[in-house]
Nanobody, 116 residues
Framework: QVEVVESGGGLVQPGGSLRLSCVVSDNMFSSYAVGWYRQAPGKQRELVAQITSGDLTNFNPSVSGRFGISRDNARNTVYLQMNNLKFEDTAVYYC??????????WGQGTRVTVSS
């Protein structure tokens, strides 16, 4: 059973920054494309950013230019750097594999609240 542990969320004012971390207990981590997802209250979970095994990245248009994604394969960790946060970024953030049908069990997520 792969364990996924997200951290780094919190309360931040609009325009602020946060860095999320996700540690995965999968020794094949470096081989996978991994993404950050978020689920806002009353909405479906959506993919926010993804990074391939070769460090190619792609972003949801709603966060492009504000968020960055990176990975440290030695630590089985993927990061999400969130800058210029907006009210609409408020959500619970999760990480997981990108490939449908091959995802790990979802972790608890980390809550991000953007509020003045």
């Amino acid at each position: 059973q792969v364990e996924v542990v997200e951290s780094g969320g919190g309360l931040v004012q609009p325009g602020g920054s946060l860095r999320l971390s996700c540690v995965v207990s999968d020794n094949m981590f470096s081989s996978y494309a991994v993404g950050w997802y978020r689920q806002a209250p009353g909405k479906q979970r959506e993919l926010v950013a993804q990074i391939t095994s070769g460090d190619l990245t792609n972003f949801n248009p709603s966060v492009s230019g504000r968020f960055g994604i990176s990975r440290d394969n030695a630590r089985n960790t993927v990061y999400l750097q969130m800058n210029n946060l907006k009210f609409e970024d408020t959500a619970v953030y999760y990480c997981n594999r990108v490939a449908p049908g091959l995802r790990w069990s979802w972790g608890q997520g980390t809550r991000v609240t953007v509020s003045s």
